[in-house]
């Protein structure tokens, strides 16, 4: 592909992962808004952004094999079309119902755009600089998407109204949707037959074990629903498997797991979300709860972060290219498990400055490692008629790694605060709140030192050759 071409082609692709992951983000700071102008009770509230997650993580496996069967750029057209009208829908709704409604349709949107973007873009730019340029763009876009998203949130509903944060996605949808049959081209697998019963048993495994996992907090660890829904979740599981190794056609080809270096990324992926998305959850609770920051203040404090994975992504893409993605994967994970350790270590103080800053910063910089190393190596070895797949692992390993981090930090951070505050002589308030976050920390520390080892024991060298391909 040509240079300017492949810059558009990638333009569009990162418009859209941005659209995606803000839409994580953007929503939270608008929920009270939104709770006193549409009328949510406190338990439903939750759902604006669980209904989110929740379709999202269920159909990443699906939204990533249609997007081989029927054709990538088709596939991702069509998810536009629907995050596009889904977010137009939100904003005017006049219920609760309605905007839930909304958000489960970006979901379910997001999880077909998703995994097209990562496929169109390790079948667009072949193996080498332009790829590792290329993915290294994305994970820049994809990482300022999400820490941008509690700024733009903020400035959104403060200046126009909670409906502004789901309307600002439809300019960019549509001039996405405009341009993208002119710059990015059609590409798709051998004709195959979608695997409709895998399907139904893997979305609904995901579905229901995500669910479980959000809920497990508030319902009780041995709660019968926590582990009734668990259980489900494993039997569905089973039950996927089962289907997968009798059917001519199925959604997720098994011996796909032979392959060392994307199980291995994929487990790091799952490592990864497990150990950056709650810290990013914990971080925002101590900074309002603790510090008493506003939620634009938050934001701001989160644009070092997100500065630092923009602008060192290119440069690991290089590194990558000439040292090999396995050292990159180590770094990187290394470099998390610095900064989330350094992190463990705030106070009931405003230390923003020795603690948040210089934490942030590492940790920033351990993720510009990870999403490009860990990016390549889950489409490592992969065919091109299976790239939507690969992709939709990935993305699967990193949405599941994510709630099932969120669940075990938030049960760690409340187990601590209670023992702190109940326990002869303990501190209480604020303090007892830091000692929860804290312990919080560590266990997202071991989540990234289990990445080090996964990647030092599994993932295979890849030694990458130099592309002439530029983008």
Request: charged fraction near 10%.
């Amino acid at each position: 592909m040509e240079p300017p071409r492949g810059w558009l082609a990638l333009a569009l692709l990162c418009a859209a992962q941005f659209m995606v992951v803000l839409d994580f983000s953007i929503v939270n700071v608008a929920l009270p808004s939104m709770q006193k102008s549409l009328g949510f009770s406190p338990t439903t509230l939750q759902w604006v952004v669980s209904a989110y997650s929740l379709l999202f993580g269920g159909f990443l496996l699906l939204g990533g094999r249609a997007a081989d069967l029927f054709g990538r750029r088709r596939v991702f057209l069509l998810g536009l079309v629907l995050f596009t009208l889904a977010s137009l829908g939100g904003g005017f709704a006049q219920s609760p119902l309605e905007l839930i409604v909304a958000r489960a349709s970006q979901g379910l949107a997001a999880s077909i755009v998703a995994p097209s973007v990562l496929s169109l873009i390790t079948t667009t730019f072949p193996q080498g600089a332009g790829r590792n340029r290329a993915l290294g763009t994305f994970g820049a876009v994809a990482s300022a998407g999400f820490a941008s998203g509690v700024i733009l949130g903020g400035l959104l509903t403060s200046a126009f109204g909670w409906r502004w944060v789901l309307f600002v996605n439809v300019p960019i949808g549509l001039t996405t949707i405009a341009l993208t049959p002119l710059f990015l081209p059609e590409s798709r697998g051998a004709k195959k037959r979608l695997d409709l019963p895998g399907s139904a048993a893997v979305t609904l495994a995901l579905a229901v074990l995500i669910y479980a996992l959000s809920q497990a907090n508030a319902a009780g660890w041995g709660s019968l629903q926590t582990i009734g829904l668990l259980v489900l979740a494993a039997l569905l599981l089973v039950a996927f498997l089962s289907i997968e190794a009798r059917t001519r056609d199925p959604l997720v080809r098994l011996s796909i797991f032979r392959l060392r270096t994307l199980t291995g990324a994929d487990t790091c992926g799952l490592l990864f979300g497990a150990s950056l998305g709650p810290t990013l959850f914990i971080l925002t609770l101590y900074l309002q709860n603790v510090l008493g920051y506003s939620p634009v203040l938050t934001g701001f404090a989160f644009l070092p972060h997100a500065l630092i994975v923009t602008f060192t992504t290119n440069l690991v893409s290089r590194l990558t290219t000439r040292l090999g993605v396995k050292p990159g994967m180590v770094t990187g994970a290394v470099v998390l498990a610095v900064g989330l350790f350094w992190l463990s270590r705030m106070s009931a103080h405003d230390q923003y400055w020795a603690i948040i800053l210089p934490g942030t910063l590492l940790v920033g910089l351990g993720v510009a490692f990870q999403i490009v190393t860990v990016a390549i190596a889950a489409t490592e070895g992969v065919a091109d008629d299976e790239q939507g797949l690969a992709s939709g692992l990935f993305n699967t390993s990193q949405q599941v790694g994510s709630a099932l981090g969120v669940a075990i930090l938030v049960a760690v951070a409340s187990a601590r605060t209670v023992a702190l505050s109940t326990g002869s002589g303990g501190p209480g308030g604020s303090a007892a709140l830091v000692g929860g976050f804290q312990s919080a920390l560590l266990t997202a520390v071991g989540f990234a030192i289990l990445s080090v080892v996964v990647s030092l024991l599994v993932v295979r060298e890849v030694r990458l050759t130099r592309s002439k391909t530029s983008v």
